[in-house]
């Protein structure tokens, strides 16, 4: 569907699915290779020993019968590592350490022959604990008294500000205008304390972990299930003082943002390679994976919300409590993007009072997961908003039109600048996206069911949520496109060098295409290089819905670079200026002449090539979009909720791939997005600490036969973006689909509902049943 | 210990194999997982939460898709297992219908749990030619896909489903 404006391109690949994925053959039949399915010669494999105690500090180790077994190479303690190794931002936490912090923590390292070895040796391992008092509760962890994790950290508060982030120094508070001024101008207002705590795990379906080969000296290798190998390579090469890491990755099975810097299994292979001079395998099992990995942040909000009789939010004071676990991996970064894209939904809003905290408790750590504290703070703030919309009788949907950030709006960004939004405007889509769901007809108002059965026992309801991020456009990165003629007959092929792991978004063949379009030649002559920190230019990979901008830009560039070097060469051959010349049939040609023409073959060089390079800049002028509209059933007997159908929908620009993007699309139903709204949320035992959910069995995941009717919506424009006017979605498609999902759930009951997640028990609760 | 021995068909091709603790032998605790990963190189299949909870891991053992990390190999004597490497033309190399329809839809993203699924799908259709949407989404309710692709999973399942022969 186009929006008004839009005249669609007819490219040879992009907007088409004409091509397959490159890596589409090898996938479906098992030959794709992933992490676990790669090995090296003597490779040994890591292990790890975890703390059974929430909060401990090592009182006596003694691993000599771990050592002494057949096959056991190394045993590491935190004896045996420099405490000054420190991992996190700011740097805190050593590799190893004799302070315990969650269940989980490290305690011993074994690199053995094999797992079972490895394992066996953990058992022999004999170490006493001091217990020490926990606190698992981010609004806990701030009061005085409470039990400290760190010392760098007094009242477990975090630092704020990430350096690489913000460069004018750190931000964490948004102050604008004048919000107790702003109030009194507002005719409805909420104010409360509302969470989204539960830390729902992303639980991408291979598990994190690397192979780090240590070459001597500061060199390592490393092979990791990181979507972005750049990341991992800047994160953690802080940790061993000058430490240089050659980054490569294969296939990764699934991140969602969550599998990035993997400072702990980086870290902890690189130990045990030191150690035994050979090649570390560190690959965690399911359980570790969802039990001492990364998991999303917890979010404590007090805030309030005015907004005036139009509907449109004046003024915002909020103080925002982020749990980040125990250990703080630069939540800074999601702490300024959460601010930012709260401003992005109400744009419109002159007076802020957005106050934060990081804080560190007793729990496994919290990082990165899709959503990047947007989610976690949008998931909090639309409770209250959707309470001033209530008392103000307000449509949501014409509320967020009224709201929305649009072209000309100012807002701060995370790295603490101001920016103006650029070229967009997103009406029509939430018009189109509404019209598809028929929302007119279902919305009947605040707390007003769209259907009850006959029996009274199952009612309906309808909601909506939107979202954004500016952050698209983030991070430097550049790429070449290299033309290298064959060696055999008169035609050539296209390299294009840029870092890109493939995690799922078929980004990598995106990019190919551009190319191909931009050189006008076949998509199957076009190659891309591995993922790999060593050989390819710079590229912070396909974080932030970045790819589509920022690698589109650099690329397009490189080919847009090289073509016009391939123009240069040929005005001796053709005698005509290069805006008359085009590429055609891996060679330059004379628009108007058809019989004028020379392969790049004879252009270039005999046994060199031709090399175009492309950039792309930090930008933070697009905000995407997403909206999402749902529609809840409700049995008010058993209190259990089932989504019966969604429709998602966006303006991307020009579409780059119409398949994958729906497929982003229903990716916001996975990664502790819609359902932690509905039942994902990790459970711990109040007694002992210990999280239950820590397998797939326990935890509760949507099964394949219970999936909602889902529609997508997706209008296309130009946005004044890069060479293919696009904008990059992912991240945010499920953002706001558990705010939507409450909303849906209060109106089908006609209470107001705000935990996450609104299981049985809490339906019951609210209509006064149990 | 007396020595056992079992024999495996996978792919068409015949293994013997030693069960014991010594080098090179199948320690009776060995899962078909381990065997077909570590042993025969076939890393198509993948293991992921190791306790038969996402169907990552899926082969097809006798006709039935079967989780092979819950699978110990020393039961598999005699059995004939079919893997994901093993759908293929193995002289032409020409993938199944189903693989085909796979790249065709898009019915994957990350693609970790696409083995799996393909294989469970394949077990399916082998006996129900003709499943519905209903049927097929049952079948794979042990699959675990959390990039969600399970839409378009359904549509290519359903397009070999309405292609087949009657
Ligand atoms: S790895 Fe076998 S079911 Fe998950
Ligand atoms: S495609 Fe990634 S988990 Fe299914």
């Known amino acids: ?770 | 210990m007396k020595i056992q021995e079992i024999t495996l068909y996978v792919n068409g091709i015949q293994y013997e194999f030693s069960i014991g603790n010594k080098f090179g032998q199948i320690p009776p605790g060995e899962t078909l997982s381990q065997t077909l990963r570590n042993r025969l190189g076939l890393t198509g299949s993948k293991e992921a939460c190791g306790e038969g909870a996402c169907g990552c891991c899926t082969v097809i053992m006798e006709g039935d898709a079967i989780t092979s990390c819950m699978t110990l190999t020393v039961d598999c004597d005699g059995k004939h297992i079919l893997t994901i490497e093993g759908l293929a033309d193995p002289e032409t190399g020409e993938l199944s219908p189903l693989q085909q329809a796979f790249i065709d839809r898009y019915a994957f993203q990350c693609g970790f749990c696409t083995p799996g699924i393909i294989m469970t799908s394949k077990a399916l259709l082998d006996k129900n030619p003709h499943s519905t949407e209903e049927e097929i989404k049952e079948a794979l309710s042990g699959n675990f896909c959390r990039c969600i692709s399970q839409y378009h999973v359904v549509q290519a399942v359903s397009d070999v489903a309405g292609k087949a022969g009657a």
């Not at chain 1, 090539?609 to 930090?618: A, D, M, N, R, V």
């Open chain 1, 1 to 770: 569907m186009y929006s008004d404006d839009f005249k669609p391109e007819n490219y040879r690949y992009v907007g088409k699915n004409a091509v397959p994925r490159k890596d589409a053959a090898a996938i479906v039949a098992g030959k794709a290779t992933f992490l676990d399915d790669f090995s090296l010669p003597g490779m040994l494999i890591g292990y790890t020993l975890r703390s059974p105690h929430p909060h401990a500090m090592i009182q006596s180790i003694d691993v000599d019968d771990a050592k002494k077994m057949n096959g056991v190479m190394a045993v590491l303690t935190y004896r045996d590592v420099d405490q000054e190794w420190k991992m996190g931002w700011p740097p805190q936490k050593p590799i190893l350490c004799r302070h315990l912090r969650y269940i989980g923590d490290p305690v011993a390292l074994i690199a053995a022959t094999d797992l079972e070895t490895a394992r066996a040796a953990a058992e022999k391992i004999q170490v006493e604990y001091e217990i020490l008092p926990c606190v698992t509760d981010g609004m806990e962890a701030i009061k005085d008294g409470a039990p400290q994790l760190y010392e760098e950290f007094p009242n477990n508060v975090v630092t704020p500000g990430y350096p690489p982030f913000q460069k004018d120094g750190p931000f964490w508070h948004l102050i604008k205008g004048d919000p107790e001024k702003g109030f009194e101008e507002c005719a409805y207002i909420a104010e409360d304390t509302v969470e989204f705590a539960k830390m729902p795990a992303p639980l991408a379906p291979e598990p994190p972990g690397a192979v780090v080969r240590w070459e001597g000296g500061d060199d390592f290798t490393v092979w990791g299930t990181s979507q972005s190998g750049y990341i991992l390579k800047i994160i953690n090469s802080s940790v061993i003082p000058n430490c240089n890491l050659d980054v490569h990755t294969f296939n990764v099975g699934g991140s969602y943002g969550n599998k990035q810097s993997l400072g702990y299994q980086v870290m902890s292979a690189a130990l045990l390679s030191m150690r035994t001079g050979k090649p570390v395998k560190v690959f965690q099992t399911k359980v570790e994976q969802m039990t001492a990995f990364e998991t999303r942040l917890g979010s404590q909000v007090h805030a309030k919300i005015g907004m005036d009789k139009d509907g449109v939010v004046k003024a915002v004071k909020a103080e925002w409590v982020v749990d980040t676990g125990a250990f703080c991996n630069a939540t800074q970064g999601q702490v300024g993007v959460g601010i930012g894209e709260a401003q992005l939904v109400m744009a419109k809003c002159p007076n802020w009072d957005l106050d934060t905290n990081i804080v560190v408790t007793n729990k496994q750590p919290a990082g990165i997961v899709r959503g990047y504290g947007g989610q976690e703070l949008n998931s909090c703030l639309f409770l209250l908003i959707g309470r001033t919309m209530q008392a103000g009788n307000f449509d949501p949907l014409e509320c967020y039109k009224k709201n929305y950030v649009s072209d000309g709006d100012l807002y701060t960004w995370r790295d603490g600048r101001t920016w103006q939004a650029h070229s967009i405007n997103y009406v029509k889509a939430m018009d189109a996206a509404a019209e598809k769901f028929g929302w007119k007809d279902k919305w009947k108002g605040w707390g007003v069911p769209t259907w009850v059965s006959e029996d009274g026992r199952k009612v309906r309801g309808v909601g909506c949520g939107i979202i954004g991020n500016a952050d698209i456009g983030e991070d430097n990165t550049e790429a070449y496109v290299r033309i290298v003629p064959d060696l055999v007959g008169n035609k050539a092929h296209a390299v294009l060098q840029c870092n890109v792991t493939e995690s799922g978004m078929g980004q990598r063949s995106n990019l190919v295409k551009m190319v191909a379009d931009i050189l006008n030649m076949p998509y199957e002559k076009v190659e891309i290089t591995p993922a790999d920190t060593g050989i390819n230019p710079t590229g912070f990979g396909l974080c932030g819905s970045r790819g589509t901008i920022t690698y589109g830009h650099a690329v397009s560039s490189a080919a847009e670079d090289v073509k016009k070097k391939l123009f240069d060469l040929a005005v001796p051959y053709l005698e005509v200026a290069a805006d008359a010349m085009e590429l055609r049939d891996y060679g330059v040609g004379c628009k108007a002449r058809p019989d004028k023409f020379v392969t790049w073959k004879k252009l270039i060089m005999q046994d060199l090539t031709l090399t175009g390079y492309g950039q792309h800049i930090e930008n933070f002028s697009t905000p995407n979009f997403f909206i999402v509209f749902l529609e809840v059933e409700v049995d008010k007997e058993t209190g259990r909720v089932e989504v019966k159908k969604m429709v998602g929908g966006t303006d991307a620009g020009q579409v780059i791939d119409p398949l994958m993007i729906e497929m982003q699309c229903h990716g916001g139903i996975g990664s502790a997005s819609l359902d932690t709204a509905l039942y994902e949320e990790h459970i711990i035992d109040p007694a002992t600490k210990r999280p239950l959910t820590y397998n797939m069995i326990e935890y509760k995941w949507r099964p394949f036969n219970n999936f909602p009717e889902y529609e997508t919506s997706i209008l296309e424009s130009q946005f004044d973006t890069f060479q293919f006017k696009a904008v990059g979605l992912g991240e945010i498609a499920g953002a706001a689909a558990a705010s939507a999902t409450m909303q849906a759930i209060s109106n089908a009951i006609g209470v107001s509902v705000s935990t996450y997640p609104a299981t049985p028990d809490v339906i019951l609760k609210a209509l006064g049943k149990v």
